[in-house]
């Protein structure tokens, strides 16, 4: 059973940073298609950025530019760093995972799409203040 555990949430003023991390068990960064997402207070979850096992990255446009994803298959961790926050960024951020196949192949875009992700985190809070 694939585990995956975030960190690295907490407050920050509009214009800050903060770097996520996903430490995940076994192999499974280095054999899986990774992403964010985050769910604010009574809104649906949604994603913020992808990265294919083979590097190749997508981010939803309000990420672009300011989010990067990356991972270190070394350390089995996924990261999101976050610049130039801002109060809309507030949410809980989700790590998830999806082995090589049908979601995860050689011709296959990072996706954003939460239904091709099977293995998910608890989440880590994100609170961004004006």
């Known amino acids: 059973q694939v585990r995956l555990v975030e960190s690295g949430g907490g407050s920050v003023q509009a214009g800050g940073s903060l770097r996520l991390s996903c430490a995940a068990s076994d192999d499974t960064v280095r054999r899986s298609c990774m992403a964010w997402f985050r769910q604010a207070p009574e809104k649906e979850r949604e994603g913020v950025a992808a990265i294919h096992l083979s590097g190749t990255t997508s981010y939803a446009d309000s990420a672009k530019g300011r989010f990067t994803i990356s991972k270190d298959n070394a350390k089995n961790t996924l990261y999101l760093q976050m610049d130039s926050l801002k109060p809309d960024d507030t949410a809980m951020y989700y790590c998830?995972?999806?082995?090589?196949?049908?979601?995860?192949?050689?011709?296959?875009?990072?996706?954003?799409?939460?239904?091709?992700?099977?293995?998910w985190g608890q989440g880590t809070q994100v609170t961004v203040s004006s």
């Open positions: 998830a995972a999806v082995k090589w196949g049908r979601y995860c192949g050689t011709y296959v875009s990072p996706s954003l799409e939460i239904m091709k992700y099977t293995y």
